[in-house]
């Protein structure tokens, strides 16, 4: 039973439907440094966003860029639509992370 309400969890939400199996372009680390000013990073290249076991995870080459709990984080689609923006607890780095993915272009 546990296996039928993680996948409706993931087709109701209309966030998570369209990101999980997307190509990245590449993702960038959102952060402060001392002086306050708000500076980004770019921390992978060429992967892929997929949902495993209620999980966000954003695969760069073969490893783990992004990794956190869905149900702990916050994910938002760009106006624009070429991606979406992560917040939330990142068990690869063991901080709170704000991320950026930017998702590969095909013309369709």
Known sequence: MLWFSKKKKIRNNPAL?????REVKYVTRMYRDESGEQKSII???????????????VLCGEEDVF??????CEYFIHMSGDGITVKGP??????DDHIMIFYKYYRK
């Open 17 to 21: 439907r369209e990101m999980d199996g």
């Open 43 to 57: 921390v992978g290249k060429a992967g892929r966003i997929v949902l495993i076991d209620d999980e966000i995870r």
């Open 67 to 72: 990794r956190c709990n869905m149900d702990r």
């Open 90 to 95: 990142n068990t690869v780095t063991g901080e």
